[in-house]
């Protein structure tokens, strides 16, 4: 029997040349697709199907989250179906996450065609040892879902593409990140380059929250390449950062008192 599927994930482009791989591979039968993680959460649970092809990152709950989601609902619903997962991911940064997290593999983007027949091929496989096993108790449900809140950490680098390169960046070297027109930079002391992430929230998610703060609705600074608290008008605060050009970033009102508490002002 082919294993019911699914597709999730927040690019029609690549949904659209993921069905059309599968539909050569006849162990898998495509039920639906998903564009994001709350579609994802809800077509787990009406099809309930044996595989779903994820997305690590979109908008809202990332890949891993969805599958928190579906661990929990499974704790707390015995009929609740784990579905096998298959992430996939433009970075290869993610791929010792998915396996720690008991996905069955990773797929890179641009989709291959024999790596994704081999990644089928293990999910069959699965699927068949899980048939002849007890279905998984609490205990085990409980452990991924540790594993999982330890492998959505912050990673230690971010991918930053300049002139055509995709960086890893080590977050302790970025000064802040800006967003204008929907186009989010982000700034070190040696380059600056452009996040793939679509909103600064996004990337805010991927940073260490110990060391970055969202100081301005447009901008989210590291708080140790902070140079500078200048005073501004009306009890405002703007800060100047360490970045060659000593960028001055305005503090939100909103802010201002995180600002007071971090440095005691």
Sequence with gaps: MPLSTLIIDDEKL????????????????VLAEGANGIEAI???????????????????????????????????????????????TAYDQYAVQAFDVNAVDYL???FDRARLAKAVERAQARFMAAAETAPAGDAQIDSLLKLIG?????PARVVVQSQNRLLLVDQSDICYAAIDEGVIRVVT???EGLSKCRTLEELQEQLDPAHFWRAHRGFIVNISHIREVVPWFKS??????????????????????????????
């Design 236 to 265: 405002s605060y703007q800060l100047r950062m360490t970045d060659k050009q000593q960028t001055e970033i305005p503090v939100s009102r909103a802010q201002t008192k995180r600002l007071r508490e971090l440095f005691n002002l």
């Design 42 to 88: 809800e077509l787990i649970e009406e099809h309930q199907p044996d595989l779903v092809f994820l997305d690590v990152q979109m908008p809202g709950l990332d890949g891993f989250a969805v599958l928190k989601k579906i661990l929990e609902r499974a704790r707390q619903n015995s009929d609740s179906k784990v579905p096998q997962i298959i992430f996939a």
């Design 150 to 154: 330890t492998q959505r950490a912050a």
């Design 14 to 29: 690549a949904r659209e040349e993921l069905r059309y791989l599968l539909n050569e591979i006849s162990e898998v039968d």
């Design 189 to 191: 002391q040696a380059f």
């Design 108 to 110: 890179l983007k641009p």
